[in-house]
């Protein structure tokens, strides 16, 4: 017997169109790519995002066409979003940090037929655009007074172009299962991969995202992402804030300290969202200058691991702190920190552990940790495991790649190793090709770094494995140190002695100029194992 519900599905534009009628006068500030703050709100962005929509049906673009957006978080960007999804176009967020080449690639793969594209990145599109040939037009997101002189075919400035539309448009209604939006992996190997949610996944995971415990902001909150809109969907926030009415602002193309900190305090803003590298600029901006944030409630960070001396920061001025796991493939959340009854009164160091983990999965995620040959492993938040996850907005395959990417109970190996703890908590210890691994046991990379990292003359760590004769492999510490600061390799090892395990002590150090970064802004391992092949432990006798 059936449930007696009606047939509402799940589209994504329908989140917008929410917003517009309930919280149509809220706010959308953005710090726009040509420089000034432009405010607008819900319901202009609704109204726009029609037009999106009625141009895009114009140019002949039809349900399951791919529309392509290089671009950084503005009203605009938003509005192509929803209207790109609002006629069942897959709204494919292309990352313009990645190199011409893999941009080109990606955009032949998804074989886009419209790129939206920001100025800052019509030189690097001008570029590529003979290998491009699945584009029928260009369009610029900005108005004519700032369009640039330009090769890209039948390009038109965006304001121009929706400015044809009269938003005398009704959103289209179909399948929830029909494909939404794109993002490739950033992948350190191999090409990338296509992830395509759908209208369902999206709204799930937007439902997901709002739980109190999760992303969960309201009506009274002002959001803002750092995290970009083509960076794994964006962190699912360009759904989630407009399904609550959240008052955002949109940073634009200015992500230092100093930008970052302005739009924070000028703007009341009470949650914000971004990577570890944004919030280390952010602290050393508010540091040299004795600045403060009042307003600022919830600090969420993820992508990489939070190190400890950051969320001790936040906590030390009163912010809250959520480290957040997940991945593009997850829409992308996964897990979040918070601390459940047995551990919310704890203090000093004891919260900090807790806050330290990436936490436990809101409801709509399912994990588990298993040895090589698929075994499950125990919970006891000291044996590591391969992470695999399961949920309605977690992928089953990628786009166009013929391959089955789930075991045989349906889940999804994340390439990352964690530990689970009794109580649902999961830890990172490293991603799977980059775990140590020395006489037979497993050294994490991560904990490692992040104790390196607290180090005060320490910048940035990474510690590769390397050929040992006797264990296998032995991890060599990699350490770019502060300008102007000074450590030698004894200082730095004497500093991790006795916070671990004597046979996780690195049994080298290296010091760098810099370490490389994929377009995500994860440390490329295999660029420095690549760095490093010629190295040899100098201790390394068999
Ligand atoms: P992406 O799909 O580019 O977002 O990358 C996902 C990967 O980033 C995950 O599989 C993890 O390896 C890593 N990652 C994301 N968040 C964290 C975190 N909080 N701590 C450690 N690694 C993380």
Known sequence: MRGLMQDWPLLCHRIIGHAALFHGTQEVVTRSVEGPIHRTNYAEIHARA????????????????????????????????????????ICHTVNPRLFPEQIAWIINHAQDRVVMVDTTFVPVLEKIADKLPSVDRFIVLTDRAHMPETTLKNAVAYEDWIAQADGDFAWQNFDENTAAAM???????????????????????????????????????TMLPVVPLFHANSWGIAFS??????????????????????????????????VPTVWLMLLNHMAANNLKLPHLKMVVCGGSAMPRSMIKSFVDMGVQVRHAWGMTEMSPLGTLATLKPPFSNLQGD????????????????????????????????????????SGPAVAKAY?????????????????????????????????????????????????????AVGHPAVAEAAVIGIHHPKWDERPLLIVQLKQGQNASREDILKFMDGKIAKWWMPDDVAFVDGIPHTATGKILKTALRDQFKAYSFPNAAA
């Open 50 to 89: 029609l037009k999106v929509s009625q141009g895009l049906q114009r140019d002949g673009i039809k349900l399951g066409d791919r529309v392509a957006t290089i671009a950084w978080n503005t009203w605009r960007h938003l509005e192509a979003w929803y209207g790109i999804m609002g006629i069942g176009a």
């Open 183 to 221: 993002c490739y992996t950033s992948g350190t190997t191999g090409d990338p991969k296509g992830v395509l949610y759908s209208h369902r996944s999206n709204v799930l995971h937007s439902f997901m995202a709002n739980t109190k415990d999760a992303l969960g902001t309201s009506a009274a909150d």
């Open 241 to 274: 804030a407009p399904t609550m009415g959240t008052k955002l602002v949109m940073p634009g193309p200015k992500l230092d300290g100093a930008s970052v900190y302005e739009l924070l305090d000028t703007e009341k803003v009470t949650f914000t969202a971004g």
């Open 350 to 389: 004891d919260r900090l552990d807790v806050l330290q983990t990436q936490g436990y999965p809101p409801y709509g995620v399912q994990m588990k940790i298993t040895d090589d040959a698929g075994k499950e492993l125990p919970w006891d938040g000291k044996t590591f495991g391969r992470l695999k996850v």
């Open 399 to 451: 786009f166009r790649v013929d391959a089955n990417i789930l075991d045989e109970d349906g889940y999804f190996d994340t390439g990352d190793v964690a530990t689970i703890d009794p109580h649902g908590y999961m830890r990172i210890t490293d991603r799977s090709k980059d775990v140590i691994k020395s006489g037979g046991e497993w050294i994490s990379s991560i904990d490692l770094e992040n104790l």
